[in-house]
């Protein structure tokens, strides 16, 4: 693990030290996703169990404390997320995992993209014991939306009879999916969106060509651009944007046949984001997102009654919240595909 924040969250990190010396026992740190706020979550941690903090908040990096959390096995330190963001699947015996008379088996199941309510109880022996380095526990949990119900109250539990000596950083992509129980226990600080001078730069160094471009298209998210980018051709974007750049139902019906695959929830994001930019365009004539789409945007924008674009709008906003959860993937695509083109032909 690296205690470096991205150039774009350093006023964040200023802020963040002037409250170090009251630190709340919850911190809900919030903002757009692919940003860097895991990251700046996990060097915060680290600063807080660190021995030796340098002045600007820093952790130092070297002492005993620093190396343990580097290693990932620092024994004050816990991280909770969901077993899809894990680096290495379930061990044998864990949920997950199968065996076979003592041999290793290979999980049947994807991984949970949920926080569910084993892991949130499997925090009580950690707290309830002592130290071993006679300062603070640090819980980082991320995304905080993927709690599901179970774990969600069982976490407000805690939240409410917080344990001494302990600190929860939790981070969300959309507060709007959160308990409110769970956001008036937290003290909610915000990190922000880089901007774009910012973060083509930082896109910049790392080698990315034509980052204006994908920037544009990950909404100003330069991890979401770099990791885009990384997957190495915009395919599956491609395809969705030539079919909404052009509606109809046997192009809805063939699109989704192809996309049925894909991450859904990113399906729906990139369709958010279309509609915004023909809903811009119509309102102002800009165009934020897809730009090299301007003349297709332009000619739907002519076209589309301000009703029905609103109509669509409001129903890719509910699919995206059903998105992780579909009963089935073709049929979902094309249901938020057909609606699309019935709202803009």
Not at 69 to 75: D, V
Not at 124 to 150: C, K
Not at 195 to 209: F, I, P, Y
Not at 226 to 237: F, I, K, P, V
Request: hydrophobic residues 40%; contains cysteine; glycine residues 6%.
């Amino acid at each position: 693990m690296s205690n470096t924040i991205y150039p774009w969250q350093a006023s964040a990190w200023q802020q963040l030290q002037l409250m170090r010396e009251r630190l709340p026992h919850a911190i809900l740190f919030h903002g757009a996703a692919g940003t860097g706020k895991a990251d700046f979550l996990e060097a915060f941690a680290q600063s807080l169990l660190c021995e030796d903090v340098r002045p600007d908040g820093h952790a130092c990096g070297a002492c005993g404390s620093c190396g343990w959390f580097s290693q990932q096995n620092h024994p004050d330190y816990r991280r909770v997320r969901p077993e899809a963001l894990e680096d290495e699947p379930p061990a044998e015996g864990e949920e997950g995992a199968e065996s076979d008379g003592g041999k290793k088996g290979k999980s049947t199941k994807a991984p949970s993209k949920e926080i569910k309510i084993e892991q949130i109880r499997a925090l009580a022996d950690f707290m309830n014991i002592s130290t071993h380095r006679q300062g603070l526990r640090v819980v980082v949990l991320y995304p905080a939306e993927a709690l599901n119900m179970p774990a969600s109250n069982a976490l407000l539990k805690t939240l409410e009879e917080p344990p001494p000596g302990t600190v929860f950083l939790l981070s969300s992509n959309s507060l709007d999916r959160l308990l409110p129980t769970i956001l008036s226990r937290c003290r909610k600080f915000a990190l922000p969106m880089p901007d774009e001078t910012a973060a083509l730069a930082w896109l910049k160094e790392q080698g990315l060509a034509d980052a204006d471009s994908w920037l544009r298209e990950q909404g100003g998210a330069p991890l979401a651009a770099l990791a885009q980018s990384e997957t190495g051709n915009r395919d599956d974007l491609e395809a969705l944007l030539q079919c909404l750049a052009h509606p109809s139902v046997d192009g809805a019906l063939r699109t989704a046949e192809k996309l049925s695959k894909a991450p859904l929830a990113t399906l729906v994001s990139w369709t958010q984001r279309w509609l915004y930019d023909l809903f811009s365009y119509k309102l102002s004539n800009s165009i934020r997102y897809y730009p090299r789409y301007q003349k297709e945007i332009a000619v739907l924008a002519g076209k589309v009654h301000t009703a029905n674009l609103l109509r669509a709008i409001k129903n890719a906003n509910d699919r995206r919240a059903i998105a992780d959860h579909p009963l089935s993937p073709k049929l979902f695509v094309e249901d938020l595909l057909l609606d699309y083109t019935s709202c803009c032909t």
